[in-house]
């Protein structure tokens, strides 16, 4: 036995694999036979059978290390296929002969060993590809061959996949493929957008159709075969973006398949929302869908012994019976798949063989890749921080738009990406509002530090919207009114909001506790606040104590009360908010009343000589107040005011207090009008002043000081049905004129100034107990008059009280 292994591991140059491990001496390993399949964006695996004479060879000493196959060709030149050794096996051992099995696959395979999620933002595949690859620099050897440039992607995430699964999903939906070129130094990832371009096997461009029953020498195809499939004729697709909701940018295009005299069906598609933003762009992925199936209208299925056959070649099929009559181009064809099956001759009598089936497009038909990769689906919502610049609070954009990071995303930063940055975490998220509109609905914008919901739309990975979010021990549930919260304020309900870069906050508050509803809209700005209903203290732990009941607005500031067509300020019930808006029937029987009063006094005072009233001001502000609208109008009313108050009005002030009418101001009361002042009292008039008393007469009175009537222009009238009486009770009562004239009702009179006068037609009696008739003698009283007054334009001294001017022309 000894001298036949000795033969049996001989040196391997004359056989037609031959193997290249790490191993080498007495744990040589020898290839017996090998199986495998290579395929346009597949990777590749072969499954190799081994003979050694060690039946002790560690495992783990092979596993992920580099391996060859050389496969010899015809011509004396040599096919290389590379791999690396992910599974080793013992099969067994027969005396001095070990058995093993091994499997070869390319380095992309070690992706699939990684598993990862991550979010890129505003990258190319061909950036996001060169990423992932980095954590791969040992085996990475990769090519880009794209005619066109990726497009940019706004939003990328890989989600709990694979790095395998990521990439080659990538690829398919950009209408990537990808193929392996060996050479005698391992072997190289070729990624590419135009099947066009590849390059003819170099070891034999052309290959000759042979029958295997006819005696050939060289590398033959000995089963040739076509297939059609019917397809679709016509592909149209739309997408949504949010930035021009009112275009889903609708393409559509007939596929290039010749498929006879069938009608076209159409093959509807709703991209990924955002796919594309202009037509052009969405033609071009449209495009890319219809050549993945134009691609698989037709194809061939063929046999050969040809060695150097691998998938991502071109080769022209000569010597075939159906096809010598195309044109060339019709006759150059594009290898997507190769089995290979190969063994050699160490423990067989019979020759080492070679053979392989394949499958081809013609060369001019362009390639894509199916999407046969699932995109993950994000069914259910995920949690997330929002996130900005550390001196930013509230970080958002013109469409209320925020950044936020997942809770499943690393706190550590790729060290094998360069390009990755903080603001990588998230692209701006739309965020889910109770309603929207143009420039209308509500606005509350998710703070930095905040929990945020987010779910996707459609379950698409790449299109995250925050749709609510969450209190936790960070972000506990709001303090209303500055007072602990839940669970002892379990009643209350509401929001509230907090400053800007500060402590203040407004608030909108339900509290709902049994026998205490209330509701409150407050700002702490100057503490600010409209209380409704049960008014109590802030609730704290579910306790509050009683402020009152019905209706509060205080400020620290100011307060506008501003109403453009009426206000009605009544203290007449309508109780649980009956009745309408303006109802003001006590306030117009009470105006009626008065006026009723205000008239009959004026036209008695009249009959009795005085002064006539003014009424067109008052009748006037009653008409206006009658003529308010109704409740089921939509007409305007007149600016006026109407107070009411069924059990009186109050109004003080410590300060001094001003009433102005830029026409009439009419007092009117149903008893009595009481005006009292500390100081002084004074009426001015710019037409007169009248008085009258229908009863009970007129009181002028001075408890101290002097009583001073004047008429400085013109008479003074005492009139009285009976007596005037004019006394002193000290000092004594001095009547000045230049003339005095006194006359009772018979004629007889007294006249006095230049001399003096006495005229009766009866007798004249002087009782005194003397009579002293002395010399002339004459005394004077001095009675000071103010100057006479310019005159004034009182109309214009109202119009400009009532304007605010500064300077009025009288």
């Known amino acids: 036995m000894s001298m036949d292994l000795t033969e049996l591991f001989s040196p391997q140059h004359q056989r037609l694999i031959k193997l290249r491990t790490v191993l080498s001496g007495t744990q040589e390993l020898l290839l017996d036979s090998f199986s495998g399949r290579e395929a346009l964006s597949e990777l590749f695996s072969f499954e190799v059978k081994l003979l050694a004479q060690d039946a002790h060879i560690e495992l783990k000493s092979l596993i992920a290390t580099p391996a060859q196959l050389h496969i010899a060709l015809v011509d004396g030149d040599v096919r290389h296929l590379d791999g690396l050794i992910t599974r080793f096996t013992l099969e067994g051992s027969d005396g001095g002969l070990a058995t093993y099995s091994a499997t070869l696959s390319p380095w992309l395979w070690l992706l699939s060993l990684r598993q990862d999620s991550r979010i890129f933002q505003e990258r190319t595949v061909e950036d996001i590809v060169i990423a992932v690859f980095a954590h791969y620099r040992e085996w990475a050897r990769f090519e880009f061959r794209l005619g ?12 709990f996949e694979s790095d395998l699964d990521f990439v080659l999903r990538l690829l398919e939906e950009e209408g990537w493929f990808f193929f392996f070129e060996h050479d005698d130094q391992g072997h190289r990832l070729i990624i590419t957008d135009r099947s066009r371009d590849l390059s003819p096997i170099p070891e034999q461009p052309q290959i000759r159709y042979h029958r295997a029953s006819v005696t050939e020498s060289s590398d033959t195809i000995t089963h040739w075969s076509a297939q059609r499939h019917l397809q679709a004729g016509r592909f149209s697709a739309q997408t949504n973006d949010y930035k021009q909701p009112h275009n889903p940018l609708p393409v559509s295009m007939p596929s290039l398949n010749k498929q006879g005299d069938i009608r076209p069906f159409e093959r509807y598609y709703h991209t990924q929302p955002c796919s594309h933003r202009d037509y052009e762009v969405g033609e071009a992925l449209l495009r890319r869908r219809i050549e993945a199936y134009e691609r698989e209208a037709k194809d061939f299925n063929g046999v050969s012994n040809c060695r150097s056959m691998r998938a991502g070649f071109t ?3 000569v010597e075939h019976f159906d096809h010598d009559r195309d044109v060339r181009e019709d006759r150059q064809f594009l290898l997507l798949s190769v089995e290979h099956q190969g063994r050699n001759n160490y423990r067989s009598p019979k020759p080492a063989d070679y053979a392989n089936t394949f499958t081809c497009i013609r060369h001019r038909i362009p390639f894509r890749p199916a999407l046969t990769v699932k995109r993950p689906v994000i069914n259910g919502p995920l949690t997330a921080v929002v996130t900005g610049p550390d001196d930013e609070e509230i970080f958002t954009d013109e469409l209320g738009r925020i950044r936020v990071r997942f809770h499943w995303q690393r706190d550590r930063r790729d ?8 603001s ?23 703070r930095v530090g905040q929990e945020v919901i987010v779910q996707h739309m459609a379950g698409d990975l790449d299109r995250p919207v925050v749709t609510g979010m969450m209190y936790n021990g960070n972000h506990p549930p709001p303090y209303f009114s500055g007072m602990a919260g839940l669970p002892g304020n379990k009643a209350l309900s509401g929001i509230r909001s907090r400053e800007h870069r500060s402590k203040g906050y407004n608030e909108l508050l339900f509290d709902d506790t049994p026998g205490a509803v209330r509701a409150r809209l407050a700002s702490t700005h100057r503490a600010t606040a409209l209380n409704l209903g049960k008014l109590t203290t802030p609730r704290q732990s579910g306790s509050a104590s009683a402020r009152g009941e019905g209706a509060e607005l205080r400020t620290d500031a100011a307060i506008a009360l501003r109403a453009a067509q009426g206000m009605l300020l009544t ?28 008239k009959a006094l004026g036209q008695t005072a009249v009959t009795q000589g005085s002064q006539p009233l003014d009424e067109q001001g008052f009748d006037a502000v009653c008409h ?23 059990a009186g009005i109050v109004s003080a002030t410590p300060r001094s207090q001003v009433h102005v009418a830029g026409e009439n101001h009419d007092t009117l009361a149903r008893r009595h009008v009481q005006f009292t002042s500390g100081h002084a009292t004074q009426l001015n008039a710019g037409k007169g002043i009248a008085l009258f008393s229908e009863d009970d007469g007129i009181r002028a009175i001075a408890n101290r000081g002097k009583v001073l009537v004047q008429a400085q222009h013109d008479d003074i009238a005492l009139n009285a049905q009976q007596n005037v009486q004019i006394s002193a009770e000290q000092g004594e ?13 018979d004629g007889s009179y007294i006249k006095i100034g230049g001399g003096i006068e006495i005229g009766t037609r009866d007798e004249v009696v002087v009782h005194a107990r003397a009579h002293d008739w002395v010399g002339p003698r004459t005394e004077r009283y001095s009675l000071t008059m103010p100057p006479p007054a310019d005159a004034v334009c009182l109309e214009c001294l109202l119009k400009a009280a009532l304007s605010g001017a500064a300077q009025v022309t009288l």
């Open 148 to 159: 066109t440039p990726g497009t940019l992607r706004s939003y990328v995430t890989q989600y």
């Open 315 to 317: 080769f022209e099929l």
């Open 415 to 422: 060290a094998a990406d360069d390009r990755r940055e903080d």
């Open 424 to 446: 990588d975490d998230s692209a701006w998220l739309r965020v889910a509002m109770p309603s929207v509109g143009s420039g209308f609905g509500h606005q509350f914008v998710p």
């Open 571 to 598: 203290t007449y019930a309508r109780t649980d908010a009956n009745g309408a808006q303006l109802d003001r029937q006590e306030l117009l029987e009470l105006l009626d009343q008065c006026a009723e009063l205000f």
């Open 624 to 646: 206006a107040l009658k003529q308010w609208p109704a409740a089921d109008s939509n007409e305007s009313g007149d600016p006026l005011i109407a107070t009411a108050a069924a």
């Open 733 to 745: 009562v001095v009547i000045s004129a230049p003339h005095l004239r006194f006359v009772a009702d």
